[in-house]
C-alpha cells in the first residue's frame, strides 16, 4: 500500500540536489565565523512551576523546546534535551533538568525531525496521563515506540483538551527520518486558546471575571509563507513564539526557514502582540549565529517601529508570566 505524501501550501518545495547540498559544504569551507556569544541561562523557577495551576507561564528550555503552563495543564513543545544531534554538540544548558520538569499533561510535536521529536527525551517526560498531539501521519510511529496515547491532528483541526482548545495550523516545512520517510507525516503548529470562551470562573487563571488567559501560538519550523497571514485572519494570537534561526545560507534554507526579518514579518502578519523568538542558538544547525540572528531581528524591530516590549528575549531557564492585563480588550 502507498504511503501518503504530504505537501505544502501551493506545493512549494523544499527539496535539494545533491549539487546544492555540495555548494553549501563549500560556503560553509570558507566562512569565518564568531560563536563566542552563547545564550545565557538562568536558574529556573521550579518551586513556582511545581506549585503553579493558575497563570500562563512560558519557560525557554531551548531550541524550539518550552515548558508551557496553560489553563492548568502543564505542556512541553518538540522536546529536546539531547547533548548531541548528529556531530553538533548541544550549545548550551537546557533551560530545566529534565528529571525537575514537573509532570507533563501534554507534549505537542510540529513535526517528526529529529531536533523537534526526540524520542528519548518524550520517554523521559511521558508517563501515564500524559498525551501526546502530533500531525497526522506520525501516530502509528509513535505508538510503536510505547506512546499509547497519541493523537493525530490535520491542519486547522480543533481538539479540545481540558480546559484548551488546541488548533493544528500550517507551517511550510518538511519531514524526514530515514531515507524512505520523506514527508509522510505532515508539519505544522499549534494555538492553543482556553476552552471556554465566555466568563471564567471567579479565580480562574487567578484574575477573575471575563479574564481569559492569552491565546498563544507556537510556530513550530517553517519558512516564510501566505499561511501566516490566513492564521491571523482566522485566530486572534496574543503570544507567538516564533523560530529566527537556522537561516544561513539563505538562498539553501529560505523554502524551509524564516529569517529574521522574516520573522518579524510573520509575527506582524499573524496579528500577536507578543513575540518570543526560538530556535537559534542551541544547535548548530546551519551556518548563522545566535548574536546575528538577535541582531537581525532587532533591526527588523525597529524597522518596523514596534515597540521593543513586545518581543521578549528569553534565557534558557527563564520564565515569562503572561497576564490576562497585558490583553488588548476584546470582550
Same mark, same amino acid.
Given at each position: 500500500?502507498?504511503?501518503?505524501?504530504?505537501?505544502?501550501?501551493?506545493?512549494?518545495?523544499?527539496?535539494?540536489?545533491?549539487?546544492?547540498?555540495?555548494?553549501?559544504?563549500?560556503?560553509?569551507?570558507?566562512?569565518?565565523?564568531? =560563536?563566542?556569544?552563547?545564550?545565557?541561562?538562568?536558574?529556573? $523557577?521550579?518551586?513556582? +512551576?511545581?506549585?503553579?495551576?493558575?497563570?500562563?507561564? /512560558?519557560?525557554?528550555?531551548?531550541?524550539?523546546? @518550552?515548558?508551557?503552563? =496553560?489553563?492548568?495543564?502543564?505542556?512541553?513543545?518538540?522536546?529536546?534535551?539531547?547533548?548531541?544531534?548528529? @556531530?553538533?554538540?548541544?550549545?548550551?544548558?537546557?533551560? %530545566?533538568?529534565?528529571?525537575?520538569? #514537573?509532570?507533563?499533561?501534554?507534549?505537542?510535536?510540529?513535526?517528526?525531525? =529529529?531536533?523537534?521529536?526526540?524520542?528519548?527525551?518524550?520517554?523521559?517526560? =511521558?508517563?501515564?496521563?500524559? *498525551? +501526546?498531539?502530533?500531525?497526522?501521519?506520525?501516530?502509528?510511529?509513535?505508538?510503536?515506540?510505547?506512546?499509547?496515547?497519541?493523537?493525530?491532528?490535520?491542519?486547522?483541526?480543533?481538539? *479540545?483538551?481540558?480546559?484548551?482548545? %488546541?488548533?493544528? /495550523? #500550517?507551517?511550510?516545512?518538511?519531514?524526514?527520518?530515514?531515507?524512505?520517510?520523506?514527508?509522510?507525516?505532515?508539519? !505544522?503548529?499549534?494555538?492553543?486558546?482556553?476552552?471556554?470562551?465566555? $466568563?471564567?470562573?471567579?479565580?480562574?487563571? !487567578?484574575?477573575?471575571?471575563?479574564?481569559?488567559?492569552?491565546?498563544?501560538?507556537?510556530?513550530?519550523?517553517?519558512?516564510? @509563507?501566505?499561511?501566516?497571514?490566513?492564521?491571523?485572519?482566522?485566530?486572534?494570537?496574543?503570544?507567538?513564539?516564533?523560530?529566527?534561526?537556522?537561516?544561513? #545560507?539563505?538562498?539553501?534554507?529560505?523554502?524551509?526557514?524564516?529569517?529574521?526579518?522574516?520573522?518579524?514579518?510573520? @509575527? %506582524?502578519?499573524?496579528?500577536?502582540?507578543?513575540?518570543?523568538?526560538?530556535?537559534?542558538?542551541?544547535?548548530?544547525?546551519?551556518?548563522?549565529?545566535?548574536?546575528?540572528? %538577535?541582531?537581525?531581528?532587532?533591526?527588523?524591530?525597529?524597522?518596523?517601529?514596534?515597540?521593543?516590549?513586545?518581543?521578549?528575549?528569553?534565557?534558557?531557564?527563564?520564565?515569562? /508570566?503572561?497576564?490576562?492585563?497585558?490583553?488588548?480588550?476584546?470582550?
Amino acid at each position: 500500500m502507498a504511503r501518503i505524501r504530504y505537501d505544502n501550501i501551493d506545493n512549494v518545495s523544499t527539496d535539494k540536489t545533491l549539487k546544492e547540498f555540495r555548494q553549501w559544504r563549500e560556503e560553509r569551507r570558507k566562512k569565518k565565523k564568531d =560563536y563566542s556569544y552563547v545564550v545565557p541561562n538562568i536558574p529556573p $523557577q521550579l518551586s513556582f +512551576l511545581a506549585e503553579n495551576r493558575l497563570d500562563t507561564t /512560558v519557560t525557554w528550555v531551548g531550541h524550539s523546546t @518550552f515548558f508551557l503552563q =496553560y489553563e492548568g495543564l502543564n505542556i512541553i513543545t518538540d522536546p529536546i534535551w539531547a547533548r548531541r544531534l548528529g @556531530f553538533e554538540k548541544r550549545l548550551g544548558e537546557p533551560g %530545566l533538568p529534565i528529571a525537575e520538569v #514537573p509532570h507533563v499533561d501534554l507534549i505537542l510535536i510540529s513535526h517528526s525531525h =529529529y531536533d523537534h521529536m526526540h524520542i528519548a527525551s518524550i520517554r523521559k517526560l =511521558y508517563r501515564a496521563g500524559t *498525551t +501526546l498531539i502530533v500531525p497526522v501521519g506520525l501516530k502509528r510511529k509513535l505508538m510503536r515506540k510505547g506512546f499509547r496515547n497519541c493523537i493525530e491532528m490535520q491542519w486547522w483541526e480543533t481538539i *479540545t483538551v481540558g480546559n484548551i482548545k %488546541l488548533s493544528f /495550523v #500550517p507551517t511550510q516545512h518538511w519531514t524526514r527520518r530515514t531515507p524512505f520517510d520523506t514527508n509522510t507525516s505532515h508539519w !505544522g503548529g499549534f494555538i492553543m486558546e482556553p476552552a471556554m470562551r465566555g $466568563q471564567h470562573p471567579e479565580g480562574s487563571g !487567578g484574575h477573575g471575571k471575563h479574564k481569559l488567559p492569552p491565546n498563544l501560538y507556537f510556530a513550530g519550523d517553517s519558512g516564510y @509563507f501566505p499561511g501566516f497571514k490566513e492564521i491571523g485572519q482566522r485566530f486572534k494570537i496574543h503570544v507567538a513564539l516564533m523560530p529566527i534561526g537556522a537561516y544561513e #545560507p539563505e538562498w539553501f534554507m529560505t523554502s524551509q526557514h524564516v529569517n529574521p526579518e522574516e520573522a518579524v514579518q510573520a @509575527f %506582524l502578519d499573524v496579528g500577536a502582540e507578543t513575540m518570543i523568538p526560538m530556535h537559534y542558538g542551541t544547535f548548530r544547525l546551519a551556518d548563522d549565529t545566535a548574536r546575528e540572528a %538577535l541582531d537581525r531581528m532587532e533591526q527588523a524591530r525597529e524597522n518596523h517601529g514596534i515597540a521593543a516590549d513586545r518581543i521578549k528575549i528569553l534565557s534558557y531557564g527563564e520564565t515569562l /508570566v503572561v497576564h490576562p492585563e497585558s490583553r488588548r480588550a476584546e470582550q
